[in-house]
């Protein structure tokens, strides 16, 4: 079982950075892959980027390729979204998600997820 925490989100102006965190409880949680998704309003969630276990390997969304970084750190049972030039259409609420698919980008393929954070991008 894992319980996830995320934290970081707020207000920022389009350009700005924030950094969102992912607090993971469980002894298991470097054996998992660690996912971001994010929904906006109306919309369906979708794949943000993906980090797996040992952190060699990370996959990006195109929208978010270049200005989004995420990161691990199995010492603190934590996952890191960093997001920078961030736009108005980055407006929504992010998830962070756990599961055991290598590159999973399907929120199918995951089998934890927190309860999200709200990220709003002003322009």
């Known amino acids: 079982q894992v319980q996830l925490v995320e934290s970081g989100g707020g207000l920022v102006q389009a350009g700005g950075s924030l950094r969102l965190s992912c607090a993971a409880s469980?002894?298991?949680?470097?054996?998992?892959?660690m996912g971001w998704f994010r929904q906006a309003p109306g919309k369906e969630r979708e794949f943000v980027a993906t980090?797996?276990?040992?952190?060699?390997?990370?996959y990006y969304a195109d929208s978010v390729k270049g200005r989004f970084t995420i990161s691990r750190d199995n010492a603190r049972n934590t996952v890191y979204l960093q997001m920078n030039s961030l736009k108005p259409d980055d407006t929504a609420v992010y998830y962070c998600?756990?599961?055991?698919?290598?590159?999973?980008?399907?929120?199918?393929?995951?089998?934890?997820w927190g309860q999200g954070t709200q990220v709003i991008v002003s322009s």
């Open positions: 998600a756990a599961g055991r698919v290598l590159g999973a980008s399907r929120s199918s393929e995951y089998d934890y």
């Open positions: 980090i797996n276990w040992f952190a060699a390997r990370t």
């Open positions: 469980g002894r298991t949680f470097s054996s998992y892959t």
